[in-house]
């Protein structure tokens, strides 16, 4: 896994693809170090990933979602979108939210990790936005 991982994060890093995202999405799942998130384009937070990131000394650009995850005593110092739909799961609701703001397509981090209920939500839905951007 840590190949696969050093793999595309070079990949990512070298290749002139990079230039076609516009955002980075990090949900609260594993994501990769600090290093990954040194780009010129926003960051952005869904809900729990504002945790993540700040973990790991990263300020998010944005942070989107019910906000019912993050840190209460962070939450100040953020710049936030509060999506409050309870119909929608945080993820569905901020990639929707990002397409309105033409920040897609995006690098998505954070997919795995935790419950295999959400992990499989996580890739539901970024296939589903995949599909429909296309």
Do not use: W
């Not at 019912?68 to 100040?76: G, M, Q």
């Not at 690098?107 to 419950?115: D, L, M, R, S």
């Amino acid at each position: 896994m840590q190949n696969l991982h050093e793999a595309f994060h070079d990949h990512v890093l070298h290749c002139s693809i990079q230039k076609q995202y516009r955002s980075i999405v990090v949900l609260n799942g594993e994501i990769p170090d600090s290093s990954f998130f040194k780009r010129d384009i926003p960051i952005i937070a869904v809900d729990g990933g504002a945790n993540r990131l700040l973990s790991i000394g990263v300020q998010p650009d944005l942070v989107m979602g019910d906000l019912d995850s993050v840190n209460p005593s962070l939450r100040a110092s953020l710049n936030t979108i509060c999506l409050p739909d309870q119909d929608y799961c945080d993820f569905s609701k901020a990639m929707a939210r990002l397409k309105t703001m033409k920040l897609l397509p995006s690098i998505i981090t954070g997919i795995t990790g935790g419950a295999i209920d959400h992990i499989l939500q996580n890739i539901n839905i970024f296939l589903r936005t995949c599909l429909k951007s296309s």
